[in-house]
């Protein structure tokens, strides 16, 4: 496929498996990234629970973006109230209150079925990508491979099952 060229929303958990496979600098150097601040505090939390290859340096990390976007408290709160939007943790909700009022040709990566379901629901099957997908279109081969669900399989595998209303 060939490389998107527009903006690439991306949630904490792809950011951390990028890091963790040593793909981050390969990601953000081919793509635009962009993250919101919810998802940037997701990156740094946790960190007694990753092994080092997971740690993740805040200023290298805003350094590395294409854009970063503080947290639309409006529009959060209006998915809040949004029935699908109960089932998204704080930083999904923070990254689709961003993404849904954009009008470019943004793209975003996740590895979480309940965030995948929302945009999906929303009519975004095409803007819905996974990190596996994203590396494959620059030739980059990660090594430890991904976790599975940041592969192409785990994705299509969801939205087969929700075309199929098994969802």
């Given at each position: 496929?060939?490389?998107?060229?527009?903006?690439?929303?991306?949630?904490?958990?792809?950011?951390?498996?990028?890091?963790?496979?040593?793909?981050?600098?390969?990601?953000?150097?081919?793509?635009?990234?962009?993250?919101?601040?919810?998802?940037?505090?997701?990156?740094?939390?946790?960190?007694?629970?990753?092994?080092?290859?997971e740690t993740i340096d805040r200023t290298s990390l805003v350094g590395s973006l294409?854009?970063?976007?503080?947290?639309?408290?409006?529009?959060?709160?209006?998915?809040?109230?949004?029935?699908?939007?109960?089932v998204l943790d704080a930083g999904e909700m923070s990254l689709w209150a961003h993404?849904?009022?954009?009008?470019?040709?943004?793209?975003?990566?996740?590895?979480?079925?309940?965030?995948?379901?929302?945009?999906?629901?929303?009519?975004?099957?095409?803007?819905?990508?996974?990190?596996?997908?994203?590396?494959?279109?620059?030739?980059?081969?990660?090594?430890?491979?991904?976790?599975?669900?940041?592969?192409?399989?785990?994705?299509?595998?969801?939205?087969?099952?929700?075309?199929?209303?098994?969802?």
């Amino acid at each position: 496929m060939p490389v998107h060229r527009g903006p690439v929303l991306t949630d904490a958990n792809s950011v951390i498996e990028a890091h963790r496979v040593g793909a981050w600098a390969a990601l953000s150097s081919r793509y635009r990234i962009v993250m919101v601040e919810k998802c940037v505090e997701e990156t740094q939390t946790g960190f007694q629970n990753r092994r080092p290859e997971e740690t993740i340096d805040r200023t290298s990390l805003v350094g590395s973006l294409s854009e970063y976007h503080p947290d639309d408290r409006v529009r959060i709160m209006e998915l809040q109230l949004d029935p699908g939007g109960t089932v998204l943790d704080a930083g999904e909700m923070s990254l689709w209150a961003h993404a849904l009022p954009r009008t470019d040709d943004w793209v975003i990566c996740g590895a979480d079925a309940a965030s995948m379901r929302f945009g999906y629901a929303r009519g975004k099957r095409a803007r819905l990508v996974n990190l596996g997908s994203l590396l494959a279109d620059i030739g980059y081969r990660p090594d430890p491979p991904l976790r599975g669900n940041y592969g192409k399989a785990w994705l299509d595998d969801l939205i087969h099952r929700m075309v199929m209303g098994l969802l």
